[in-house]
């Protein structure tokens, strides 16, 4: 009998009763778990998901191509290329669980307007002129901005600007695609022109955007954050106060250097998504964050500065825009390199997004860091 | 035998028999329920408590009376004049549950630490210049501003400036009165001096005052807002744009011309404290709200323009700091009366404490909006 | 000024210019702090209810010979003598929280249906033949029977037997009249033919009483246990399964020698009521529990045997039937000791009943074992 | 571009210019979502896994022969088949989310202690004479009984009988597989002698297994019921209660003819195991159950009686033994047939579970019943 860790030889292989009894529970749909526990069972978490790094000029270029070689419209839904985790065969899956892809518009193009129970966000990593329009409000999205769009509510994009823009989407696609749970409704083929006129402020954030103040009068009962929003200006001021509380003794960062906040559902102090976790980490100069490894994977985009990233183990020199994978039980550990500037900061500023409200919700969340 | 709702003769004063019954049950400390079911167990609530006005202006000259007459220090721990509601015997309770009280500080006084099991808030109607110093973070106190304090915190009070400041003091000392649920322990003497310097913005505000945005490295465990200023300027932002959402055809407002925010634990999105609801109302110029009625009992104060005000069957006309009384299951409802000043708005401005949350734990809220 | 704890005579009489302040605090229904701040913020809970017994056998008698001079009926509803604890002034209440009586039916005698917001419920220390119809299910009572009666559930009691009968009513009545939350409707001045028919198990039972078992067509929202009747048979063998688990060397029993159930709603494993812990103990011959005081009061009633009982500054000696009051923070202790007869197994069986859950719901538990 | 519900040619093999992105894309592990969309974001869910039935004799018969060909022993762990589903590739699961398998132990023989992350139960269909030995606690398996074990508690099976005994496993593999959440140890390589005797009761049960009682001094803090058996007499007792009910003209069963119950943790009331729902179906004699669906997978074990079960386009005539597997959003409907003997009551019983808890758990439950 093979061992747990080290399956060898199938004995079935060289046993005539064995071989037949293996032929038996072939032809009733049947395996024996003996010959596969060490896969199905290990004793942690081996992600079949490789740590992997995609380099941003890439993506936009080639993004860019499609733009001018292939259309938006109902059907093909939307312009997007989902980062394929290379060790994850069949789909197009950044992580077990996640999707992520670069999404690109045209100037003044529209994709129609859908919806789905896959749960969604976007984030804007350069550029604006973009309105998402959800269940008829439109947002702008700028640089910084995250913007969730929880499952089953209807939404467009537009793009007002004579400029493509593209930004990044993340989804739980491969989530529902795993637990059979996918619902999807095609919407209007064009928004309204009221709907393209593009306010500073989306209707949203005239009710959630307050600290602290929840709109009595609200009538938000779905899943997933009401706030359709999150502008970089509180993004960036959060990150600058917490060093700043760290650098006059108090705490708030959540190691030395290292600041985080997380994007939350102010309906619950929850994560702005049912099956998504959206942060930001700002990374000092010269700062390297403790090794920490947790179950479930995860997505980072670089916003802003240069550093070193060590996943498991691959290391890569990362810089704006660039995305990698932490599959689950890797460890990730980041340094912040100042630039050749001497004006810059200094600071590395991630965008991180991943499946861990699916794994807190289901009692299966573990982390540990490394000594 | 009495009826509930009219309880006649006790009609042991007429029968020997019973006569003698019922000395035996006070001697036995027994009391017959059938001589007190109307009172203890009434068709809907009628609460001992009444709907109550004070005057600021009355409330303001007798706190700077006794500022110039009443030392604040160790022992008598406040300078706070209490609510006494007229219906309620024995203790200066504003309502069964509520405390309120105007607390004054003369120029460049100190009220001492102390830390109590009761929850508390202040709230400023006019004036600034003292700090809340919370942990250890001084909390700069201004017009407008909601200032939640939840229980067992440690806190002092210190006036930096050269003139008096008066505020109103909420808490939940007749709630822990009535569950036998207090603990008091006194705190230092005397506040350090880096105390006594007042940032714009306390620690509090740094770590959690970004709209959505949870600060992943905090370590408030406590029960209540780790929140400790709600600031004006986002109150009446929030308030503006529930008014202007309604404008444009959106929903926002609660009714008609009737602007409504809470404030609320960014961690949870429930009340800023466990035992107390906080509520700013925005009444547009000539609105009347519907009378609504609701189990539990609030205070109101007037923050801003004048109009009129019922409550069961009681109607005044407010202004600037005048406080009322809500009791348990009487209706109110409010009119915005401009004033005459053609300058101003025209709105009333309404700032409401009150016990919803302990309903809503305990499952006993109810409301009804009136036809 | 006075201090915290020991409040000296009030400025006011000896100092003109304060005396006048006074007054004017009075004429505007206003409280010095101050004056009061020992009193309503101790270092800890001091009640003003007392340690107190009552005992069985006369409350029997008492109740008996009401039984024979008052009759039962619509208006005053129930032939109950609530506990009017000694150090609670103007309302008969056990505890500050809690209203405690027995309750008695003549042979054949019907108290009529009508609900309320109150949740109660009957503990049967003796007896048996009376009937507690609950929204029209029929569910007997019998010697240690618990049987919880959620609030707003219509209710009427019938005595189905040649016998008297008595039995023990817990009620929040206290509580939900300090918070204002009542009300009542009267129901049928008669139960049907059918709903005196008695049968072994009520329907509750049949669709909630199996271990583990939800019934998935059940249609029960309201909060409250929908299981009407927690059996003595199982009561009694939940203690003696935790005695004879901590016999044989496992874990079962709160500390040795003492056996603990909590009366539960199988719906969420919380207490079986909203406001009311309902509890049974089993203290084996000759154990002496530890000095325990918790935020919140408690009624006891002996169940089986005798012991001592202290209470803070109190000790009993308690028997069968008789009931004890424990105040918010005084520290009880039991003794179990054996009777004259060799006969009996010399445990000591109690039923408590409190207002933990509303004080765990607001978060104001509190507990400690004394050293 | 290809349309969502019918992908045509890709569009890539006719241009060069389109051919060329595309081979752009492979190269950075890309892939367009315009050319998957219709099958990652279908219009309802459409399961790569099939309703599919496998036999019992069979099963049973092909576990007898790995019975007298391999041993058990570490490294393989369990004498385990796993029904695996014909639709899903690579893995032996008997759908995306659920691992079901037949366990068969040989006279007097072991299996070895380990735990894992994984949750898990036994249920048994037939037979006894088996011990499941959970973190030490012997307890007994026989007909009828359903055995949840919830991840990380340490267990072994030894087969005190002089037959050999099977059962069947349900955990959550494949669900734990695909979040990358595994984690596995080894425990004693065999079980004491004392844990060799077998108790009527377990330890769990004596604490656990009284309906409505908690023991208060509990240390069981891990997700997943404590109580570690749901004995057949209570589950019969159960079902039998609810047709009882229906006969008598209450409510207690989810449509006519149809009792279900679900084993329930005590502690909460929720799921006995946070990623499993496990059922009893009883379907009285000619009864048809309404054509349900539901997004998630079940298996179904045929405990009792005979009928006729449609899957979606399946359609099978069961008898005792038999399981099949509803994929998600596949409707089910069961009809109870007669057996030959008039001596049975017709009833037909099924034992089922399935994935609800995660689903419910990340807010992706839908369900209908067809009209």
Known sequence: MTTVDQPGLDPALADPALADLHRGFAAEHLVPLWTEVGDLMPAHPRSQACAHLWRWNRLLELADRAGHLVPV??????????????????????????????????????????????????????????????????????????????????????????????????????????????????????????????????????????????????????????????????TDAA???????????????????????????????????????????????GVTTAPRRETGSSVYQVFDGSGLVRVGESTWSVTRGDLFVVPSWQAVSVTSQAGASDSDSGALDLFQFGDAPVLHRLGLFRSEVDA
């Open 73 to 234: 419209g109902r059907g093909g839904e939307r312009r997007a290329l989902a980062l394929a985790n290379p060790g994850l065969p069949g789909r197009p899956f950044a992580t077990p669980t996640i999707w992520a892809a670069i999404q690109y518009l045209m100037p003044h193009e529209d994709a129609p307007e859908h919806r789905h129970s896959q749960h969604a966000f976007r984030f804007v990593v350069e550029g604006h002129g973009v309105a998402t329009v959800v269940e008829g409000d439109p947002v702008a999205m700028r640089r910084g901005d995250f913007l969730p769009q929880a499952g089953l509510n209807r939404h467009a994009h537009h793009n007002t600007a004579d400029r493509p823009m593209a930004w990044i989407d993340g989804l739980d696609i491969p989530l529902q695609y795993a637990l059979d749970t996918q619902f999807f409704d095609v919407g209007r083929d064009a928004i309204s022109a009221a709907e393209r006129v593009l306010p500073p402020r989306s209707r949203s954030e005239k009710l959630w955007g307050h600290p602290g103040l929840t709109p009595v009068g609200h009538r938000s009962q779905r899943p997933g954050s009401p706030l359709l929003a999150y502008r970089w200006e509180h």
């Open 239 to 285: 990150l600058t106060d917490q060093l700043e509380l760290q650098r006059t003794g108090h705490p708030g960062t959540v190691e030395p250097g290292h600041a985080l906040v997380r994007f939350t559902d102010p309906r619950t102090g929850g994560d702005a998504l049912p099956t998504i976790r959206a942060q930001f980490h700002r990374i000092a100069r």
